[in-house]
């Protein structure tokens, strides 16, 4: 009993670890994704307007026009074409690239890979006990085969442990580290470029090519039947609505955004406080349970296996049947 | 930030203003609106281009922590690497053995 509470003890320290939301972490990396599909979407619909616009406000000059007045408006294209030179472009890709690197460090260590590590370790040593018999003439076994198939299964089975403790602890650091960050780009990107500048901008650019219908509607007017100005201002009327309606792309965008930084910020204040519920605890425990007894199917497929052991994209570390490729 | 918003409602304002009107005092509005629609236009592009110095500090901390995760994956990748070469090390003993039984068999 002596021996066995410490690693009860640790058992329970790593489940705290192991308990790390592995299912936030991925919920975030989605929510990541969508900002950038949703930022992409705001940056384009900004470059459209403001071809529009420059078009806008020469339709409303009385100016005669040559090819080269359209100048203006093919240094505008290139300019904003180059959107990865935009401060929230920039800061989209650190999002995008900091919940990659989130989602790969999640995944590091993986069993799999430590099973197949296990697996060539075992059969070295089942090798070298082979070549030590044959050297010493005799039948006596410096590794027994069950030997090497129980080392091999022990050190994968420690490694596996070793990589999770590392990982969950390594992902706490991470994420707290980076929270402080992520709620300032969210903020920013959110209620200053969105909100302040590009939904500002759209609504004003969108005014100004209705000002040039509702100008052309006042100079005809006089002359113009009912019919003819109820389908004027029915038009008219469009437009206003389209205009006003601009907030609702920068919602959605807002929104994507809003989401990343809550789903952090939940994340880092879970691990902040180290508080595991019960729940929690109960689910990385049986998380741990299985891993070990995935480790004891592994050592009887070492023991078993007379191919070849490999890992399988489908069925994970399997025996491969004789005469087949899998 | 709060110019560019005083620019936009002095612009809107116009807006209001130049479609009631006819002949110079029409053009001579319609001028001032584009003139400060250009100018917001150049801020909210300035804006958007060079961010704010907190988004700057953010990002470029942010690019950091990034990079430490990737490092620390790394690390724990390494946990494999290390048994794959302890069996290397062993395979590599059990050949040796080998070859010095096959010189003993000679002699």
Known sequence: MKSTMPVFMMLIGLSGCASTPLGNIEAFGVAAENVSDKIDSVIDEYNKANVSDRLVMMAQSNRKYVKSDLDPIRKIVIRDSDKKSFA??????????????????????????????????????????????????????????????????????????????????????????????????????????LKGVIEGRLYTMKGNELAGYISDYNAKVQTMSFSQRKKALDDIYAMYMAMESVSATIVQAQKAVLSVTKAHGELAAELRSNRFSGKKIAAALKDIKTVHKGFNDLEELMRNCETEIVADDEKGIICKASGSDN | MAELSELNKAINALNDLWPLLEGEDREKILKERDSLNEQASELAHKTLLEGVPELTDAVEQLKQVTQSAKDARSFIDQTAIRINKIEDTIGKAALAVGKVAGLLAVL
């Open chain 1, 88 to 193: 929230l472009y920039k800061a989209n890709k650190a999002l995008g690239d900091y919940s990659k690197s989130l989602t790969d460090l999640a995944s590091a260590g993986s069993q799999k890979e430590l099973s197949l590590a296990g697996v060539k370790l075992s059969r070295s040593l089942s090798e070298m006990n082979d070549q030590y018999k044959v050297l010493t003439e005799s039948e006596v076994d410096i590794v027994s085969s069950e030997n090497s198939n129980k080392l091999g299964r022990i050190v994968a089975e420690v490694s596996s442990f070793y990589a999770g403790y590392k990982r969950s602890r390594a992902l706490k650091e991470v994420i707290i580290a980076a929270d402080p960050s992520i709620q300032i780009i969210g903020d920013v990107l959110s209620n200053q470029l």
